[in-house]
């Protein structure tokens, strides 16, 4: 199939995906779907109006990299392409605009923040309303957009663990010294389903095939080392307003960290909260601690 949009949105997705309404709610789209099932695509609701539809992997970055492997020719006619999962909703019209604001802003790796009360797993990928884009150390597996050079550069890296976890590591790492990685704050998204590491779908599939997130993160972080921290870097942002260099990274970095306390003390106390009332508290698989201090 022929197409003259310059980019492509990759959603791995299954009954609940949120994809369809995505496409219906864009219809200038700058755009090409493809839809990589893990279940039978007719069990998903919507009309079914993807460019590409394919069954691959175990998990979206396996899969997609079967699909790279079998369709590079294709995937290269593509200028950014977005990975993403199938809770994550973009206001109409909004997918279209990240993936301009990439180009414009010449991004190789980046994702959309998150707004604020939605399901978040790192602060660092927050809506900071103080910057447009944010130069980071860290975008996570969730919906990242990568360049097709950063594409090709991190392919490798799909298949290092089963649950994904620590792959987003390693692109940190790899990345660390190059200025490359970036929160387009400009556009917000939705991540619809809060993660659940004991009783969801995919962790019951791992448990079952015994594959430990934890052992796999360990593994990515011994080979690939630290990098910092995930944090928002001291510099190098898009401000939102125009304030200069200078202060337009101040405002942004302020800003920042006033995200990070607020969200540190509203963890804390929500901790404190089931502690009091005899619950257990959830962990993030591999989680040592607070990863995003500064």
Same mark, same amino acid.
């Given at each position: 199939?022929?197409? !003259?949009?310059p ?14 309404r ?11 779907? *493809?839809?990589?099932?893990w279940?039978d ?6 009309p079914?109006?993807e ?8 998990n979206?970055?396996d ?18 392409v977005? *990975?993403? /999962? ?22 190789y ?9 939605t399901?978040?797993n ?10 447009r884009v944010r130069?980071?150390?860290f975008?996570?597996?969730m ?10 550069e *991190? ?10 976890y620590?792959?987003? $590591? ?6 660390r /010294?190059?200025?490359?990685i970036?929160?387009?704050d400009?556009i917000r998204?939705d991540h $619809?389903?809060p ?8 962790y019951?599939?791992?448990s079952? *095939? ?11 972080k ?41 969200r540190?003390?509203? /963890? ?18 591999? /989680?040592?601690?607070?990863? !995003?201090s500064?």
């Open positions: 199939m022929k197409s !003259e949009r980019y492509l949105a990759v959603f791995r997705a299954g009954a609940g995906s949120v994809h369809r995505v496409l219906a709610e864009d219809p200038s789209r700058n755009w090409d779907c *493809l839809f990589n099932a279940m695509p007719a069990t998903i609701p919507g079914a109006t460019e590409f539809v394919f069954l691959d992997g175990e979206k970055y899969g997609f990299a079967a699909i790279l492997q079998r369709e590079e020719a294709l995937i290269r006619r593509y200028r950014y977005l *990975l993403a /999962d199938d809770d994550v909703y973009f206001q109409p019209g909004e997918l279209s605009r990240l993936f301009s604001l990439c180009e414009e802003h010449h991004l790796l980046a994702q959309p923040a998150l707004r604020w009360g399901n978040v790192h602060v660092v990928t927050l809506w900071n309303p103080a910057s130069r980071v150390s975008v996570e597996v919906t990242p957009v990568f360049s097709i050079d950063a594409l090709l *991190l392919a490798p890296t799909f298949t290092l663990s089963r649950s994904t620590g792959i987003d $590591l390693a692109w940190g790492a790899l990345l /010294d190059r200025a490359a970036h929160v387009v400009a998204v $619809l389903r993660v659940d590491w004991t009783g969801g779908p995919f019951r599939k791992l079952a *095939l015994g594959v430990d997130p934890a052992a796999e993160t360990r593994a990515v011994a080979r690939y080392g630290e990098f910092g921290g995930v944090r928002t870097r001291t510099g190098g942002h898009v401000a939102r307003l125009p304030l200069g260099v200078a202060l337009g990274d101040a405002s942004v970095v302020a800003v920042d960290r006033m995200i990070l306390a607020w540190t003390a509203l /963890d804390r106390a929500w901790r404190v909260w089931r502690w009091l009332r005899g619950r257990p508290i959830p962990r993030f698989p591999g /989680d040592t601690g607070n990863p !995003e500064k």
